[in-house]
């Protein structure tokens, strides 16, 4: 089970991991976090049906892995197809950024508990429920492809090139991340898909 996800009962995952990736998820959680920002902090006598229709940015975020995170909805265009993916951000932009702040604290308070069970014994088995596990798929998607911007690895990446990396190239790490990221990713969808 090291490094792969195995089916459970419920429609959940598990995978063994040891204190090195445990501290590494959740240190890239954590980051993604940052990165991704604080959401507003909800006001107890707020309409909730007001906040349905709140109002979010209209421009891409500036950063080029957060504009990957929240791409434009209708890509570059017209003027009339660049006003509507404004207008298309700036209703649910809130909404994803809400979803993806909460995908990764899945992640963050999973690696957290098995920190705890970890200690002494060199790694632990984590046990994901259906739903944690899609929120981990969205998490794991998010960090591949923040990784993959920050790395400028496009979609027509040579992945041989990748593996090929001398050890002194100081991008090295990042790209065993990224790496390791997708096989998780990959070993993930294919348990939940059996």
């Known amino acids: 089970m090291a490094?792969?996800?195995?089916?459970?009962?419920g429609g959940g995952a598990a995978v063994a991991l040891d204190e090195v990736e445990i501290s590494i998820l959740r240190s890239l959680a954590v980051q993604l976090l940052e990165l991704i920002g604080p959401g507003e902090e909800p006001d107890a006598d707020a309409d909730p049906l007001a906040a349905l229709f709140a109002e979010?940015?209209?421009e891409p975020p500036s950063d080029p892995a957060l504009r990957r995170l929240f791409p434009d909805a209708y890509g570059d265009g017209s003027e009339e197809l660049r006003a509507a993916a404004a207008d298309f951000r700036?209703?649910?932009e809130n909404d994803?950024?809400?979803?993806?702040?909460e995908d990764a604290l899945v992640v963050v308070r999973a690696m957290d508990a098995l920190s705890a069970e970890a200690?002494?014994?060199g790694g632990a088995v984590?046990?994901?429920t259906a739903d944690e596990s899609r929120a981990w798929?969205?998490?794991l998607n998010d960090l591949r492809l923040t990784i993959a911007t920050r790395l400028e690895i496009t979609e027509d990446e040579e992945s041989e090139r990748l593996y090929r990396l001398p050890d002194s190239d100081p991008r090295k790490p990042m790209v065993m991340a990224y790496l390791w990221l997708g096989a998780l990713q990959e070993s993930l969808v294919e348990t939940l898909m059996s």
Do not use: Q, V
């Open 137 to 139: 798929l969205g998490t």
């Open 119 to 121: 200690l002494g014994e």
């Open 126 to 128: 984590l046990k994901l």
């Open 96 to 101: 994803l950024r809400a979803r993806k702040r």
């Open 56 to 58: 979010g940015p209209s």
């Open 3 to 9: 490094g792969h996800f195995e089916a459970i009962a």
């Open 90 to 92: 700036r209703y649910t």
